[in-house]
């Protein structure tokens, strides 16, 4: 057998944290190119209504994933009409009014609103 040098710890963990850091830009850069084929592919559909499930909810608005496509897209609270307020705990957005609720899980129908790609975003609206 033979006899390996050590690494110290330092520099094992400084290696682990190079390793960590690369992993996280490739997750992004994954991310970010699946984000991007998505825009282009829904370039052409903008004005048309698709069916979607609200995959989160957040405060500046309701990401819907295409249930076709599997594309995803933002419908901004600031769209919404009437008055909406978020519910972070509850994973909804109410309306404070008539008392509906988009809660994370619901299908909707959408319209794509704006497509994109530089930002890698797709903006839609509720189809009513």
């Not at 330092?10 to 850069?29: N, W």
């Not at 698709?50 to 769209?79: M, N, P």
Request: a neutral charge; glycine letters at 6%; one cysteine or more.
């Amino acid at each position: 057998m033979r006899n390996k040098k050590q690494q110290p710890i330092t520099s094992l963990d400084t290696m682990c944290e190079h390793i960590s850091q690369r992993e996280i830009k490739a997750q992004k850069a994954s991310r970010d190119s699946i984000k991007y084929m998505q825009c282009i592919y829904m370039q052409d559909n903008v004005g048309k209504v698709y069916k979607g499930i609200v995959s989160s909810v957040v405060d500046f608005g309701i990401f819907v994933e295409l249930t076709d496509s599997k594309a995803e897209g933002i419908v901004r609270a600031s769209t919404l009409p009437g008055q909406w307020e978020v519910d972070l705990a509850n994973h909804c957005f109410k309306e404070k009014n008539q008392g509906l609720k988009i809660r994370l899980g619901d299908e909707l129908h959408v319209v794509i609103e704006a497509v994109d790609i530089e930002k890698k975003t797709i903006n839609l609206s509720i189809f009513y």
